[in-house]
């Protein structure tokens, strides 16, 4: 069974599938839009000096997300 974790909590160069999104309203509707959807494939490719925000590759581009989005995403690490 995968290891599910925060998306926050992934370290730079891991791959990890969208398990759930945990935000509503305005901030997930904004999330989802943005292409972060379960069952996405994702891989953090940068962080931030001071942590925030995160870059994470997905569907042939990169996307950055600020901590407090990032908190409301649950994944599921894959194999490197």
Known sequence: M???MGMRQLQ???RAR????DAGGELGRRIRDMGLVPDTEIQVVGKAPLRDPVAV???DFTLT???NEADFITVDLLEN
Do not use: D, M
């Not at 969208?18 to 999104?21: A, V």
């Open 18 to 21: 969208i398990k759930s999104i």
């Open 12 to 14: 730079v160069n891991r």
């Open 57 to 59: 590759r997905l569907r």
């Open 2 to 4: 995968a290891q599910s």
């Open 65 to 67: 997300l600020r901590n």
